[in-house]
């Protein structure tokens, strides 16, 4: 897929989400310096697919599932569903020891850690309050911190370059009609 789409939006509107979107690109590096720095979550985690992440966050998952990320990978014709030019942008975690690899398809497409980060550990520390409606804040603190909100560097950029000033990877039978 081609970087971030328009739409056909051009002058005030595309100057106003292009600041807004540098505003999102500055925010993160800075607020994840703050006095309120979010934790890393614990070392050695796995990737487990957003069908896992799905089993508590369902609502997220099922408006997940109508965005293009979660077509991602469903968009390559097959010639591309193995080149790692493309792989590394329409699956999650290509490349990493627990990511994406040929055949894996719960890893296909950008799913839930893509942006969050392996959830192997999330999920292992959020076991036993499956039932609970309300965590108290020390149980909450416990599974909040088992996993990045947002991982600490801006991932979208690194596919969506379109809009960085930089040429689409994308080839060319594969990018939008205009």
């Not at 790692?84 to 490349?95: D, P, V, W």
């Not at 894996?104 to 409606?133: D, I, N, R, W, Y």
Request: hydrophobic share 35%; proline share 8%; aromatic share 6%.
């Amino acid at each position: 897929m081609a970087g971030l789409a328009c739409g056909g939006l051009t002058g005030k509107v595309v100057r106003r989400v292009c600041a807004l979107f540098a505003a999102l690109v500055l925010a993160g590096p800075l607020a994840a310096r703050g006095a309120d720095a979010e934790p890393a979550p614990p070392e050695g985690q796995t990737y487990i697919g957003a069908k896992r992440c799905a089993s508590c966050h369902f609502e997220a998952f099922m408006s997940w599932k109508k965005t293009g990320h979660a077509k991602a990978f469903e968009v390559l014709t097959p010639k591309y569903q193995k080149d790692e030019k493309c792989l590394k942008c329409h699956t999650t975690a290509f490349g990493q020891p627990t990511g994406y690899k040929d055949g894996v398809m719960v890893l296909a497409g950008v799913t839930c850690e893509t942006c969050h980060g392996p959830g192997s550990k999330h999920e292992e520390v959020s076991q036993p309050f499956t039932t609970v409606k309300n965590l108290p804040p020390a149980q909450e603190r416990l599974v909040r911190d088992s996993i990045w909100r947002n991982l600490p560097r801006n991932v979208c950029i690194e596919c969506h370059v379109v809009q960085g000033h930089k040429k689409s990877e994308t080839p060319p039978e594969l990018q939008p009609k205009e």
